[in-house]
């Protein structure tokens, strides 16, 4: 009941119904096309006055969806009315029909809902403010879209009320079904064609090669600075006792070169950054025990041996590992819910090794991977090959899930 | 070590670093800084007339790099100095590049100025491969197909296994005298198996023979 009643108040259908109403508007140059050739062909049979008419409004739709124009203007209006997230049209090489044929489809589709959507509004509004007000004036005879209908005065004639609430909840309703139409409809017709999806990936994969350089080219210049700000702080470690104004010079000189190598990270931070920055740091393995415990807190018991040096790991390895604990835990978590887990973090000379395993209940055969959490375990495969380690995830033995990763602790293995 | 010190000569385009390290090897009492050049081309003209026992060359400078220098240092002189390659990174293609070239081994211009000068040293008297385990890494960073060459473990001459097993000692990081001790046999048969060694894989030092040796398959790398 709820349900059918939700469109009524949510703004959604009213944006949708608005850009129905665009649809009609915009129609409206076509239509007046139409109804000129109407006046013009007002002798003849009907049948042509019809085909006129038609090839008037199919013809002013075609050539409107021609103009790239009219196409960046529709989608901009969609992402407007229906909160979707169009991309803009990109230039592409070569036939561009494809993508003006999709465009005359909306148009028609646009304008078609946008007419038949201000009939029926009309239709139930006029309904509804037709039977409740005349009720309320005293009831009266009337006539109905050619239906005589008697409408008493007081009591007898209360069941306008309700007619009339089911003629508004049906405009509402109808409304809500076009901006549904129109929304389901919108990315087939307005989305990119495969053309425009090439020249995105190829700007996509443009940009990233930019990044990429980028990210080198900071990497060596602060590497740079770093080893400079090194051995300048070994001179003036040096220096200090014998001859403090030469080391009073290398620590500004230290001091000089961290600067500018930190203005060098906030200009290139700034371009490499993809969407926002996290306000908070990423997690590294020093956070591990709060982690824990908060999922110990889920009731399920978890059996944690670590060895080795787990404090004095590469960041980017450290925060790595974390990633594969907590994603780890949370499909252990969703898949075997308070079976016990065991934990194994193992750091060596070269190596970091990250064990997870947990039984399934019941026995149960374990889903596959590839359908169930797939989009983490995933994610974290590629990020720890990026890193040059090796990772494996799935059913181990004894009908139980186990997770393992070795991330090497130097670039260079 | 006793009598004159060892002559350096300091190639390296990074102002501060070059006097950050011409001032820390200059406190070493058997090290001295002969020279200093900010690029290889100006490298070349003091090496050859200050004759320097080791040049430590930086890689990637203007004009002229560290590796073409390399190259020409190995080919010019008659007596080339002993070449460490300095580098920020240890995972640098050009200092792989530069190993190839004739350089001896190389180092981290960020590491301890007693290592740097530990290097040296070992350098300077030639009979052991500086920081195996680093010149391993490096080899195990290349990809497979720039590790093959297509002239592969078919040399002129093949090693005989007592070459091969030197060879891979000299891999480890052992020293010839050191390798004397290990097979039990005298220093003068370690060198001249060393040399037949070099000769045959047409390498000039320790390093490129080591590295020649991992990129054929003759030692595999991580095997010790």
């Not at chain 1, 076009?178 to 053309?195: E, M, Y």
């Not at chain 1, 001179?235 to 070169?257: F, K, N, Q």
């Not at chain 2, 501060?16 to 020279?35: E, F, I, Y």
């Not at chain 2, 040293?121 to 490096?138: I, K, Y």
Request: some cysteine; overall charge neutral.
């Amino acid at each position: 009941m709820w349900t059918l009643i939700s469109p009524t108040y949510r703004a959604d259908t009213y944006r949708g119904w608005t850009l129905a109403m665009a649809g009609v508007m915009v129609s409206l140059p076509a239509v007046a096309v139409a109804l000129a050739v109407g006046l013009v062909s007002g002798g003849w049979p009907p049948a042509v006055r019809w085909g006129g008419l038609f090839v008037a409004l199919a013809g002013t739709t075609a050539v409107a969806g021609a103009l790239p124009a009219v196409r960046r203007w529709n989608i901009r209006l969609a992402n407007r009315a229906l909160r979707t997230r169009l991309p803009a049209p990109l230039p592409v090489p070569g036939r561009a029909w494809p993508v003006r044929a999709r465009t005359v489809a909306w148009l028609t589709l646009h304008q078609a809902t946008g007419w038949l959507l201000l009939t029926t509004t009309v239709l139930c509004v006029t309904t509804a403010v037709a039977l409740g007000g005349v009720w309320i004036g005293g009831g009266d005879d009337i006539t109905f879209f050619t239906l005589p209908v008697h409408i008493a005065a007081g009591p007898a004639g209360a069941w306008t009320v309700p007619v009339s609430a089911a003629a508004l909840l049906s405009g509402a309703l109808l409304s809500a079904l076009a901006t549904a139409l129109l929304r389901a409809t919108a990315p087939v017709l307005l989305g990119h064609g495969p053309d425009e999806r090439f020249t995105a990936l190829e700007t996509q994969v443009r940009e990233l090669e930019q990044r990429n350089r980028l990210a080198r080219e900071l990497h060596d210049s602060v590497g740079h600075t770093l080893t400079a700000s090194t051995v300048q702080a070994a001179v003036a470690g040096e220096l200090m006792e014998t001859d403090p104004a030469a080391a009073r010079r290398a620590l500004a000189a230290i001091e000089e070169s961290c600067r500018s190598a930190l203005d060098d990270l906030d200009h290139v931070l700034g371009v490499l950054r993809e969407g926002r920055a996290a306000t908070t740091p990423e997690h590294t393995l020093a956070d591990l025990a709060p982690l824990l415990e908060r999922l110990r807190h889920t009731g399920t018991d978890i059996d944690v041996r670590t060895g080795g040096d787990l404090t004095h790991l590469p960041a980017t390895v450290s925060r790595e590992a974390y990633r594969i604990v907590q994603e780890g835990m949370t499909n252990a978590l969703r898949h075997a819910p308070r079976a016990p887990v065991t934990l194994r973090l193992t750091a060596g000379s070269d190596w970091l090794a990250i064990d997870m395993a947990n039984a399934l209940p019941d026995h149960r055969p374990p889903r596959s991977p590839a359908r169930h959490g797939g989009r983490g375990l995933v994610g974290l495969d590629e990020r720890v090959r990026l890193l040059r380690g090796e990772f494996t995830a799935g059913p181990g033995g004894e009908g139980g899930w186990h997770l393992s990763a070795r991330i090497p602790l130097r670039a260079a293995p | 070590m006793t009598g004159a010190p060892l002559t350096l000569l300091l190639v390296e385009d990074d102002e501060l670093t070059r006097t950050g390290l011409r001032t820390l090897l200059s406190a070493q009492p058997d090290l001295a800084v002969v020279g200093e050049a900010a690029d290889g081309a100006e490298a070349l003209q003091l090496a050859t007339s200050l004759r320097p026992d080791v040049v430590l060359m930086d890689v990637r400078m203007p004009r002229m790099d560290g590796i073409e220098a390399t190259r020409r240092l190995r080919a010019d002189l008659e007596v080339p100095p002993k070449i460490i390659v300095i580098t920020t990174f240890e995972s640098d293609d050009y200092v792989y590049d530069a190993l190839r070239a004739g350089a001896d081994g190389f180092i981290l211009k960020r590491a301890p100025v007693g290592q740097i000068a530990h290097a040296v040293r070992l350098v300077a008297t030639g009979d052991t491969l500086l920081f195996p385990d680093a010149v391993r890494r490096l080899v195990a960073t290349r990809p497979p197909t720039a590790r093959q060459d297509p002239a592969g473990p078919r040399l002129p001459v093949p090693l005989t296994g007592r070459e091969t097993d030197i060879l891979r000692l000299m891999a480890t990081g052992l020293s010839n005298p050191q390798i004397a001790e290990h097979l039990t046999v005298s220093m003068e048969t370690v060198k001249t198996h060393v040399s037949n060694v070099l000769t045959k894989l047409g390498a000039r030092n320790r390093t490129q023979a080591v590295i020649l040796a991992y990129e054929s398959g003759i030692v595999v790398p991580g095997q010790g």
